[in-house]
Nanobody
Framework: QVQLVESGGGLVQAGGSLRLSCLAS????????MGWYRQAPGNQRELVAK???????NYADSVKGRFTISRDNAKNTVYLSMNSLKPEDTAVYIC???????????WGQGTQVTVSS
């Protein structure tokens, strides 16, 4: 079982930046897709960004041009760089991994991001 631990959240003013990290307890080399989701109070969990083992990325329209996802397989870590943050980006950000070969999905506990206006 792969454990995912997020870090890097916090309180930032609108227009500011944060970089989230997701450290896996085992190698992520064979995890097909790694991603970041977010969930704000009263809202459903939504996909923010994802990256395949081959490096292909996909972003929610609301974060395109502001957020960048990357993965470092050697460090078992996935990052989410967030720039030009807006109050509406406030949410718990949750790391996700999907291993297609075994149809297994992994979730972290989440890290809070709060953007003040």
């Amino acid at each position: 079982q792969v454990q995912l631990v997020e870090s890097g959240g916090g309180l930032v003013q609108a227009g500011g930046s944060l970089r989230l990290s997701c450290l896996a307890s085992q190698s992520i080399f064979s995890i097909t897709v790694m991603g970041w989701y977010r969930q704000a109070p009263g809202n459903q969990r939504e996909l923010v960004a994802k990256i395949t083992s081959g490096g292909s990325t996909n972003y929610a329209d609301s974060v395109k041009g502001r957020f960048t996802i990357s993965r470092d397989n050697a460090k078992n870590t996935v990052y989410l760089s967030m720039n030009s943050l807006k109050p509406e980006d406030t949410a718990v950000y949750i790391c996700n991994g999907e291993r297609y070969s075994t149809r297994t999905t992994y979730w972290g506990q989440g890290t809070q991001v709060t953007v003040s206006s």
